[in-house]
């Protein structure tokens, strides 16, 4: 980017369908953006699919994958979101569906004003089905989220949460459902605060299936949260096998 644009766009009004047999690199550059984006999109048959923001000095590097309605990403490998300097990393949608990942990592960028997140959204329903590790880490005032109304994450190994270092902005790391979430996940649950930022499951009903162990960390807060937590309005459900 010298004055002109230098983004990379896939991009359609109405559907938008990619099959894709190998894998898939989005990299953002400096004040350049990586975007995929339609009414309803599918990207199927990936391996792996890495998303890399870039370095936002005016002008967005934010890498994402947006669909109006609906969104389905049928891959057999790892989803790797790294946020950048000011800028992010998104997936969202209406309904998000992520299905046959093995491994998923979100990792929050440094923000100094400008978003730096790592975040999955859903308006409606949101199902991520794995069977490797999930990973949240997140930056200097950016934070690592998922959310939806109703949220389902599948046949997890372990579930890592780490918060960030808040200097402005959230640098907290969430999983978050209005109504309904269910974890259900065969190894270790671990939420670890950071310096004033939180660590948070929650929904009305959460229901957390099969862990092994369970470790909550808070943080060191001089002014904002630095809790770790699980929560719930209604219903909550953990099904545990070893270790507090």
């Known amino acids: 980017y010298a004055?002109?644009?230098?983004?990379?766009?896939?991009?359609?009004?109405?559907n938008l369908n990619l099959g894709i047999s190998g894998n898939l690199m989005m990299t953002s550059g400096i004040n350049s953006l990586t975007s995929i984006s339609g009414g309803n999109v599918t990207l199927a048959s990936l391996t792996n699919l890495t998303m890399i923001a870039g370095n936002?000095?005016?002008?967005?590097?934010?890498?994402?994958?947006?669909?109006?309605?609906?969104?389905?990403?049928?891959?057999?490998?790892?989803?790797?979101?790294?946020?950048?300097?000011?800028?992010?990393t998104k997936i969202s949608g209406g309904n998000v569906n992520l299905g046959s990942l093995v491994n998923l990592a979100m990792t929050g960028g440094t923000s100094t004003g400008q978003s730096a997140d790592s975040s999955i959204q859903a308006t409606n329903n949101l199902t991520i089905a794995m069977s490797g590790n999930?990973?949240?880490?997140?930056?200097?005032?950016?934070?690592?989220?998922?959310?939806g109304a109703d949220v389902t994450l599948a046949s997890l190994a372990n579930l890592d949460m780490t918060a960030g270092t808040f200097t402005g902005l959230s640098a907290d790391s969430t999983i978050q459902a209005t109504n309904i979430l269910n974890i259900g996940m065969s190894g270790?649950?671990?939420?670890k605060s950071g310096a004033n930022s939180a660590?948070?499951?929650?929904?009305?009903n959460v229901n957390l299936g099969s862990l092994s162990n369970l470790t909550l960390t808070a943080g060191n807060s001089t002014g904002q949260s630095a809790y770790s937590e699980i929560r719930?309005?209604?219903?909550?459900?953990?099904a545990l096998s070893g270790a507090v």
């Open 3 to 14: 004055g002109q644009s230098g983004d990379a766009m896939i991009k359609a009004t109405n």
């Open 56 to 88: 936002n000095t005016g002008r967005l590097a934010d890498s994402s994958i947006l669909a109006a309605n609906n969104l389905n990403i049928a891959m057999s490998g790892n989803l790797g979101m790294s946020s950048g300097t000011n800028s992010a």
């Open 134 to 147: 999930l990973t949240m880490l997140s930056g200097t005032s950016s934070a690592t989220k998922i959310s």
């Open 188 to 191: 270790n649950l671990a939420l």
């Open 199 to 204: 660590t948070k499951i929650a929904g009305a």
């Open 232 to 238: 719930e309005t209604n219903t909550l459900n953990v």
